[in-house]
């Protein structure tokens, strides 16, 4: 980040490119819409393109970009009504896109399929601020400290909605251990 606030431009391609999955993911699972998962996703884009003269590190990159993400889901939330928040069923079949490049039987996929689908299912019943520091961790690979960072909390705080969020999911896939 620091070089393409300098002026390399190949530098935005760089960051682009290695955390583009991840924040898509993560505005995808947390609403309803693709299309206004897209728009976020977007929007944070843009927005680091207009931050980029004033970026001073302060956190790892990818906490700053998170935070971002963050508060742009917190903006986009307020704009709506309650009802309309969160993490919602999927357009069209997610799992079907999911390649699976290992030979299996077709009760190993039929199986395989059940164990993403009910994890799918976890994942939208947990509540909103456990729901995030999942998705904060696994798709944004970001730690405890920048998690409590990007989402305005204490540490202690961001590492109780994650292990809370944990157990639920452990205890939701227990058929499958």
């Not at 889901?73 to 290992?102: F, K, W």
């Not at 019943?125 to 970001?142: H, K, M, N, T, V």
């Amino acid at each position: 980040m620091l070089c393409y606030r300098d002026g390399d431009a190949g530098a935005f391609d760089v960051l682009y490119g290695r955390h583009r999955g991840g924040v898509y993911r993560y505005f995808r699972r947390q609403c309803r819409d693709a299309a206004v998962a897209e728009e976020l996703f977007q929007d944070v884009w843009m927005n680091l393109i207009r931050a980029r003269a004033a970026y001073t590190v302060q956190a790892k990159f990818s906490t700053y970009l998170y935070r971002l993400a963050h508060n742009r889901l917190v903006d986009h939330y307020r704009q709506r009504r309650p009802t309309a928040m969160g993490y919602g069923e999927v357009d069209g079949d997610v799992l079907e896109s999911i390649p699976d490049e290992r030979e299996q039987s077709a009760e190993g996929l039929i199986d395989l399929k059940q164990q993403a689908a009910r994890l799918m299912a976890l994942i939208a019943e947990l509540p909103e601020s456990q729901r995030e520091a999942f998705l904060l961790q696994q798709e944004g690979g970001l730690s405890i400290e920048d998690i409590a960072s990007a989402t305005s909390v204490t540490r202690e705080t961001a590492k109780s909605r994650l292990r809370y969020a944990l157990a639920k999911l452990r205890q939701g896939m227990a058929p499958w251990r």
